[in-house]
């Protein structure tokens, strides 16, 4: 072969970039995030403020997405809750990736019977859907930010442990497993050092997507006033209490709903993308 | 059999005053088929000297790499075991030793490198650190320091642009160099004894050529005993010492490598040198030998070979011991047939 036939494989990066996907979704999603944190400087009212003489006022210049039942401004209330919403997302996402990711990887390295037992209670909570799991869960431990964190959290659990001890299965049948056995490595170091990092691209395509369904299974509790207690603003709590209005002030849910779209579809752009460049059988 | 019986029956073709890096004394390995345990190593005994290099050769299944994983310590859990036999690596007792005595020694005393250098490596980490890691496991040295020692085991293993290359990772290399990353890897502490696991069968030929001769000169530097396993003769012709045949988990015939390809006197040897291709003979002169290596658990009793033996007696279902020639003590053969 001549040197000139020797193409560069194109890079992670441009492979990811080429569709375009993962760019939108990176770039509404880090939108969304910095808004949530600038929250308390961009939003043109305090979300809490009540002002009866404003109750239920349609879009306007000074109210953007109108004014709820309290006389609230919704756009604030929208704007505060994508912190919630985001905080709750991110921490159980993350939480959950990484006790399951351990557990996985643990379970899968070494088999046996310790390998039987994680996957049989794996299966028993991958039994439950989701929603209903988080809301045994908060039920049975109250409804509080940190509660909800850990609910959501181990919702996820299980899914990460199957994602990674899969992978982990296959990792270490590789060569260079046997490798480091022969280099008189520690199973510790072999998993951690050697199969994590191997399997880390999967983990995180599967977190990006999960963290979208943590945003969702908040709201979706927020909604059933499972949430984070009110008067704090969530994007969920926001939804419920527009629906007792729904006819005449469509406003109050639609704007919340819409923001959740928007992060939904930001972060399955990533999830995709993701996938689409790590994924070496994708076409081209 | 004792290890210095052993030793007595068949003297090894290098004279060395030195004790042997690694004895393997009456080695039976069992792996387990459908709940069943079958010898497929059987009493195989040998000792390498410093600086000689013992070839292992036989076809696929015949217990060569089973060996090797036995003299490792890395016999899959639950599938394979050692039923008897001892196992000394530079004066420690393998066998005897705990689970984490014989993990301090591989990759220290006992390195090992392997067929595929394309998989070999991890992939998403830098060569630099894979050939510090073992350092700073087994000697304890600081990330710096291995680092260094790194880059020096890369000038050792003639990688061009080393210093360049310590942060470069195995798909930048190609698979002659990821080979040489890997005997870099195995010999990064100085081990006594090195196992290469068919070393070359993935390699081009001129690959191949260039890395046994890094090998070979290692070996000299170093003083590093080699369990050469292989199925490749010309390998064998060209670096071993000490041949041993395997077939079905026996050791059918072990001769110094000269006295070897001069007499190959077992039946099965002899047709895996008629099988050979050779430059000074038609490739339709190639006899290949009839029928397959019978599996396990249908291996006959006695001589395992007889079953495709164009020699066969009735003696042959009683197992021949592995009988030292006349003419030449260090030359042994299990075969009612040839042996004197």
């Known amino acids: 072969m001549s040197a000139a036939t020797v193409v560069a494989a194109p890079s992670a990066w441009k ?14 999603a880090v939108t969304m995030v910095l808004i949530a944190i600038a929250a308390p400087w961009i939003a043109p009212y305090d979300p ?16 953007w997405f109108g004014t709820d039942a309290f006389g609230r401004d919704v756009l604030s209330r929208v704007i505060f809750g994508a912190r919630i919403s985001l905080f709750v997302g991110a921490f159980a996402t993350l939480a959950g990736v990484l006790i399951g990711t351990i557990i996985g990887v643990v379970s899968g390295y070494l088999g046996g019977t310790v390998d039987r037992l994680i ?20 039920a049975v431990l109250g409804a509080s930010l940190t509660n909800l964190i850990i609910a959501i959290a181990i919702t996820a659990v299980p899914a990460f442990i199957r994602v990674a001890r899969a992978s982990t299965l296959a990792m270490k049948e590789r060569d260079f497993v046997d490798a480091c056995r022969a280099l008189g490595f520690g199973d510790l170091r072999i998993m ?82 993701l996938r689409d460049a790590t994924d070496p059988r994708a076409p081209q | 059999m004792s290890a210095t019986a052993a030793t007595d029956a068949l003297p090894n073709a290098v ?5 042997p890096a690694l004895i393997v004394d009456g080695l039976t390995t069992s792996i387990r088929i459908d709940r ?56 420690t007792d393998m066998t005897a030793a705990s689970a984490a005595a014989a993990q301090a020694m591989r990759g220290d005393r006992i390195g090992m490198i392997f067929q595929e250098p394309m998989t070999s490596l991890n992939p998403v980490l830098p060569i630099g650190f894979q050939i510090a890691e073992s350092l700073v496991q087994h000697r304890g040295m600081s990330a710096r320091q291995a680092r260094q020692r790194a880059l020096e085991l890369m ?48 390699l081009d030929v001129t690959i191949q050529a260039q890395v046994l001769a890094l090998l070979a000169d290692l070996q000299r530097r170093e003083g590093l005993a080699v369990l050469l396993i292989t199925h490749n003769l010309g390998v064998v012709a060209a670096v071993a010492d000490r041949v041993i045949v395997m077939y079905g988990g026996d050791v059918v015939e072990s001769a110094p490598v000269n006295e ?33 290596v019978p599996t396990l658990p249908d291996l006959p009793a006695g001589c395992r070979f007889q079953s495709r033996c164009p020699h066969r007696i009735e003696r042959c279902a009683e197992l021949p011991p592995l009988m030292p020639l006349a003419a030449m003590p260090a030359h042994g053969v299990r075969c009612w047939v040839r042996a004197p």
Request: include cysteine.
């Open chain 1, 48 to 63: 809490n403020e009540q002002n009866v003489l404003m109750k239920l006022e349609p879009p306007s210049a000074e109210h």
């Open chain 1, 192 to 273: 951690f050092l050697h199969v994590l990092p191997n399997i880390m691209d999967e983990v995180v395509v599967m977190g990006s997507l999960w963290f979208a369904a943590a945003i969702r299974t908040e709201s979706t509790l927020a909604f059933i006033g499972l949430g984070v207690p009110p008067p704090t603003a969530t994007w969920g709590g926001i939804i419920r209490d527009g629906f007792d209005n729904l006819l005449d002030a469509v406003w109050l849910s639609v704007f919340p709903s819409l923001a959740i779209l928007v992060i939904m579809i930001a972060l399955n752009l990533i999830g995709d993308g």
């Open chain 2, 15 to 19: 004279a060395s005053a030195e004790k």
């Open chain 1, 15 to 28: 492979r990811a970039t080429r569709s375009g996907g993962l760019v939108i979704g990176l770039v509404l």
């Open chain 2, 155 to 202: 000038e050792l293993v003639r990688i061009p642009a080393a210093a360049q290359r310590l942060d470069a990772y195995p798909h930048q290399f190609s698979g002659g160099m990821r080979q040489r990353v890997m005997i870099a890897i195995a010999l990064a502490c100085s081990p006594k004894v090195l196992i290469a696991d068919e070393p070359t069968t993935a």
């Open chain 2, 260 to 292: 070897f390809f001069r007499r190959p006197t077992h039946p099965y040897s002899e047709a895996l040198l008629a099988a050979m291709p050779r430059v000074d003979r038609s490739a339709a002169a190639l006899a290949p030998i009839p029928g397959q």
């Open chain 2, 36 to 91: 069943q345990w079958f010898d497929a190593v059987r009493d195989v005994s040998f000792a390498i000297h410093p600086r000689e290099t013992l070839a292992l050769v036989g076809e696929s299944g015949c217990g060569k790499s089973l060996t090797a994983l036995s003299v490792m310590g890395l016999l899959p859990a639950g599938v394979g075991r050692i039923s008897s036999g001892r196992i000394t690596v530079d004066g």
């Open chain 1, 119 to 138: 996957s049989a209670a794996t299966d028993v909570l991958l039994s439950f859907p989701q929603l209903i799991m988080g809301l045994m869960l908060v």
